[in-house]
């Protein structure tokens, strides 16, 4: 996702509007897909407002042609580097955690969909059998890599609500029903801070000088950054419990920060709950998603699978990281690893 060719051929991602736009490398690629598959497909139509049988078929159909695609062009391209983003993995957990987790709020044990993400990773697993037989694996280095991992999705923390609650944001009139959250809605004579929703929560403080009416002075900023994260990671659940929440300022965990980020990243409950930006609901915690039915959050800690012959048996690196794949990889085709790139080759 979000790159651009360089060289060799290349099928863009998940962002793009539709099959009119200009989204493979060659530009005629396009028609050789029409030829070879039909209509490609880059993500769920309707994700999260279709019924269950209706997203898992479209699920197959999207995994399906991916894969069709790709030992297409496997065959047809000479390669040195070849990779797939299979999006049906997300989306399964998304869609039917509730359906296999017996912990999930809503799991009915016996349901219909209970073993549709087993399911789906047996038929997936056949799917890279398929591809790998295509290649010669006495001299072919297989990555399997996920960017993220999943759970099981506890609820929601209504963060602007709790804003409001804490006195950090000020609405120009009360709002008493659930209500998309906007920026014509806030006193910002009197408002400090303002989040905002996601799988993690955005907070940004309404500061002096950077913002067009901000009311904290520069000198108080790190001051009120403590504060707040404090508060959030306190914050206990609706019996009264800790949530576990982390919090980070993006300078202390990023490199490099471009524009102007959130002043602070929050992590509800670990992110075993999500961040809710809408006002007016009746609690500061819900059971679900406030744009649409979700299962599952983002996990931390993904995984990795590295296989070649001269690597033999072993185990994965518990300290690896996803800024290790790159280096990796350039080492193992023989190419310089630039100076300053982060991570390390794990071979």
């Not at 695609?69 to 983003?85: A, D, N």
Request: proline share 6%.
């Amino acid at each position: 996702p979000i790159t651009k060719p360089l060289t060799g051929a290349m099928v863009a991602c998940w962002l793009t509007p539709d099959v009119n736009s200009d989204y493979t490398w060659p530009r005629d690629l396009k028609n050789k897909i029409q030829q070879w598959i039909g209509e490609y497909v880059f993500d769920l139509r309707n994700f999260r407002n279709l019924p269950k049988d209706a997203m898992l078929q479209q699920i197959y159909e999207m995994t399906q042609k991916r894969f069709d695609l790709s030992k297409r062009l496997v065959r047809e391209y000479p390669w040195s580097l070849f990779w797939m983003v299979e999006m049906g993995v997300d989306r399964i957990h998304h869609t039917f955690w509730s359906d296999m987790d017996s912990r999930h709020h809503r799991h009915e044990p016996g349901n219909k969909h209970e073993n549709a993400i087993r399911d789906y990773y047996i038929y997936l697993d056949n799917k890279i059998g398929e591809l790998l037989a295509l290649m010669d694996l006495d001299k072919t280095a297989i990555w399997v890599v996920s960017d993220h991992g999943a759970q099981c999705m506890e609820g929601g923390v209504c963060f602007n609500d709790w804003l409001i609650r804490e006195g950090y944001l000020v609405l120009k009139e009360p709002v008493s029903k659930p209500t998309k959250f906007r920026f014509d809605m806030v006193d910002w004579t009197k408002t400090r801070a303002w989040g905002e929703g996601g799988y993690y929560g955005r907070c940004f403080i309404n500061v002096q000088g950077r913002e067009p009416n901000g009311i904290i002075p520069q000198g108080q900023y790190d001051a009120f950054c403590k504060e707040l994260i404090g508060k959030l990671e306190t914050m206990p659940d609706e019996k009264g419990v800790p949530l576990g929440t982390k919090v980070y300022r993006p300078n202390d965990i990023y490199s490099k920060v471009n524009g102007v980020a959130p002043d602070l990243i929050v992590l509800f409950g670990n992110l075993r709950h999500r961040s809710v930006g809408s006002v007016g609901n009746p609690s500061l915690f819900m059971m679900e998603n406030d744009t649409g039915p979700d299962d599952a959050n983002h996990a931390q800690n993904g995984m990795y699978i590295l296989s070649h012959p001269s690597l033999g048996p072993g185990k994965c690196d518990d300290k690896a990281t996803l800024y290790d794949v790159a280096p990796t990889t350039l080492k193992m085709l023989g190419m310089n690893v630039p100076a300053g790139m982060k991570g390390k080759a794990l071979v």
